[in-house]
């Protein structure tokens, strides 16, 4: 027999199938040792077959299977190839995504335990032994029990009494369970009939994907539960993926009360062990259903019966790493693969998703009222520059100061949110709102402090930043943006008895960071949380009835072409925190750009209106989805090698361009808006597409360039151009 091997090495050079000779125990999918070069790595089997074309002289023999059961499903290698014939990576690179990164450094492995029992034959024992008769007491107790404990606790008897036969001692495989002792409280909801009905149509529907938009609160989440039973029901599997784990413990507590060990969770803040064993659970099929962000698309399961994205919006279902690859076109060809429903939810889908849902291609499901027809809260926009004329330069107004005294003193919580996304500066106009524009784009331009200049991601022009406003010729130009440490130290002052928590980067550090603040917010340990995107997200807080969005502009204003996108979206997403339960819910948001139609949709919960109004302005300005922004990076630590790579690849597209000149909206070579990055020097290709057809000839020229120290990659729609 000889076997098909990929080696473990992500480089172009060896990414090609290597023939083995090999015995009969070796199956596709299983990870082997091989000998390669004068080295011995670990490689893949792919395929396994009868003959070879490899003459027998060159032909080397794989050395032993690393595990004993094929790491890797039938289903895994095809889509492995779709992958990497998509994305154009190596195949290595594309199969790692397939395995948890502990088994590939080989330091983790399955932990066992020597469990002791009594055997059932009749044994005496002496009468001074004081120690065997209470071991044998304890055990006949408790049943069987852990070698080590026992050890500690009954020293030597143990040994004399396992040399006696009348204790057995046995391995056993034990599982490291990351949620231990935190069981939810179970709870059975009986579906309203619109969630009913939207679960029927989700699974009568012939169409593969199905669009839940439902506004925050609709109950999407128990719909979700529901399909996730059934398809358990019918014996089959389930992939239910989240924006960010970590930051949505309640729904993890829920999962686990409702579907127990069946579910097995995959994330980034687990330990290795942890994330080993859920990762094996499901692969020998004891859980069920694979739970987590992005990567737990690749979940080890078959026989998948239904694939849930939650907050389909969000940006990280979109890799950063390569293959960048998205969330929704792998579980398509999951879904596919295995005939089973793609589910995606959100109270604000994107405008691509929403495009294709009412384009027909997806089942569009709406759920328009909360849960027991609780009202939306309330939305106040403020405009902040009324405030600063009345010489309120601080970060409240006085609407959200009279706001927040009357949520405390009715003892109820409130959020704040401020919107930090990276540190790009921007400028505004203090007095009118202007913030500067890109005179061929329309984009936000951000400030670039080495420079002295202010740049357009999307074009390279560059502006200098003006002694006054353009727009109304005001000297109260000034950057935007408050920290949420200054946010909190001024609470203090207004507030001094309320009990304050702050939740961003800077606080959340480690594997329990988030957990630990939102649970003390749910538990009622606070009465305010300040905090960035990440408050933003699903959280429950049955208290909350007051919401504050501190600078609403922040986003609005981001050099992006989806800022507008964005920014509905947060606000709609923070808003929708407050008022969940009894008590109506309220939102405070501030703005020097009051008559901004996004933050009037999103005020009014008007997603339609939303849409068809940004939709229109991507047609007229062609951005996504009618256009695809590429850029070509190419980054590396030398300057001269980067620059010569950058001009062999530049000069191959600049061919592609020439022939098909009609598919480019922009093509270009420049800097990228950040120079370096970690040492490395960052050029790229922009280009903008009309049509999808260059780009498989854009990925070719990129995966065939081959540079020394240099890297070279594509995206597509980058969600940041810095
Ligand atoms: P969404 O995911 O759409 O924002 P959730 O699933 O979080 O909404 O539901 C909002 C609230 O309604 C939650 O507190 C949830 O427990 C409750 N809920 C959902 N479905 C039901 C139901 N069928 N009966 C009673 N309460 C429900
Ligand atoms: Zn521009």
């Not at 070879?52 to 889509?79: G, I, M, S």
Request: with cysteine.
């Amino acid at each position: 027999m000889f076997a098909e091997v990929i080696v473990d090495i992500a480089h172009s050079d060896v990414d090609k199938i290597f023939d083995y000779a090999c015995g009969e125990e070796i199956v596709p999918g299983m990870r082997v040792t091989v000998p390669f070069g004068r080295s011995v790595v670990t490689g893949f089997v792919m395929r396994v077959k009868e003959n070879t074309e490899v003459p027998p002289d060159k032909l080397r023999e794989v050395l032993r299977t690393d595990e004993d059961f094929p790491a890797l499903t039938a289903e895994t290698l095809r889509l492995a190839e779709t992958i990497t014939a998509r994305y154009r990576v190596p195949m290595a690179l594309t199969l790692r995504l397939f395995l948890p990164a502990e088994m590939r450094t080989g330091k983790v492995a399955k932990r066992y335990r020597n469990i002791c029992t009594l055997t059932k034959e009749p044994f005496t024992l002496a009468e001074r032994a004081k120690a065997q008769h209470a071991l044998v007491a304890y055990l006949k107790e408790v049943g069987e029990a852990d070698s080590a404990h026992l050890r500690e606790r009954f020293g030597a008897a143990l040994k004399t009494l396992q040399e006696k036969g009348i204790i057995l001692m046995q391995k056993r495989r034990v599982l490291r369970d990351p949620y231990r002792g935190e069981e939810g409280e179970k709870v059975e909801r009986k579906l309203t009939p619109l969630q009913q009905s939207a679960f029927e149509r989700i699974k009568t529907t012939e169409k593969t994907v199905s669009l839940l938009h439902g506004v925050t609160g609709s109950g999407k989440t128990e719909i979700y539960l529901s399909l996730i039973a059934d398809t358990l029901k019918a014996g089959k599997t389930a992939i239910f993926l989240v924006p960010e784990i970590s930051l949505t413990p309640q729904m993890l507590m829920q999962l686990r009360a409702r579907f127990g060990s069946f579910a097995a969770i995959l994330h980034s803040g687990l330990s290795a062990g942890e994330r080993f064993d859920e990762w094996m659970r499901l692969r020998e099929g004891s859980a069920r259903i694979a739970i987590g962000a992005r990567s737990a698309v690749f979940a080890p399961i078959e026989n998948i019966g239904i694939i849930v994205i939650d907050e389909e919006h969000d940006g990280s279902y979109i890799s950063e790493n390569s293959p960048r690859y998205t969330t929704f076109d792998i579980a398509l060809l999951r879904a596919r693969h295995n005939g089973c429903k793609l589910v995606l939810g959100s109270a604000t889908p994107s405008i691509e998703t929403y495009r294709r849902a009412t384009g027909g291609e997806f089942e569009l499901i709406k759920l328009s009222e909360r849960i027991n027809a609780r009202p939306m809260p309330e939305v106040r926009i403020v405009d902040m520059r009324r405030e600063v004329r009345r010489g309120n330069v601080s970060a409240f107004s006085l609407t959200l100061r009279e706001k927040l005294s009357e949520c405390l003193e009715k003892g109820n919580q409130a959020i704040l949110f401020l919107n930090r996304r990276g540190f790009s500066q921007m400028v505004i106009c203090r007095d009118c709102g202007y913030t500067a524009k890109c005179e061929n784009c329309d984009i936000s331009l951000t400030y670039h402090s080495d420079e002295d200049c202010f740049k357009c991601h999307y074009c390279g022009a560059r502006y200098r930043m003006p002694p006054a406003c353009p727009a109304c010729g005001g000297k109260h130009l000034g950057y935007m943006g408050t920290g949420t440490q200054r946010v909190v130290s001024d609470l203090k002052k207004l507030y001094p008895r309320a009990r304050i928590l702050r939740m961003d980067v800077d606080t959340t550090s480690g594997k329990e960071g988030h957990y630990r603040i939102l649970k003390q917010f749910s538990s009622r340990e606070a009465d305010i949380l300040v905090g960035t995107q990440m408050v933003a997200k699903g959280h429950d807080f049955p208290q909350v009835t007051l919401v504050g969005i501190l600078d609403a502009d922040m986003s609005l204003h981001f050099a992006d072409y989806r800022s507008g996108e964005r920014t509905f979206q947060l606000v709609t997403q923070v808003a929708g925190r407050s008022g969940r339960a009894q008590e109506p819910g309220e939102v405070v948001l501030q703005t020097y750009d009051p008559e901004n139609y996004i933050l009037r949709f999103a005020a009014h919960y008007d997603y339609e209106g939303f849409y068809a109004h940004e939709i229109s302005m991507r047609a007229a300005t062609m951005f996504p989805p009618f256009a695809k922004i590429i850029r070509v990076m190419v980054t590396g630590e030398d300057e001269k090698e980067t620059l010569e790579a950058l001009k062999a690849v530049y000069e191959k597209l600049q061919r592609v361009y020439a022939a098909h000149s009609e598919e480019f909206l922009f093509f270009n070579r420049m800097h990228s808006p950040i120079k370096r990055i970690q040492n490395k020097f960052r050029y790229q290709v922009l280009m903008r597409l009309t049509d999808g057809k260059v780009l498989k000839k854009i990925y070719d020229i990129c995966a065939e360039e081959h540079h020394k120290n240099v890297l070279i990659y594509v995206e597509e729609n980058p969600s940041n151009l810095s």
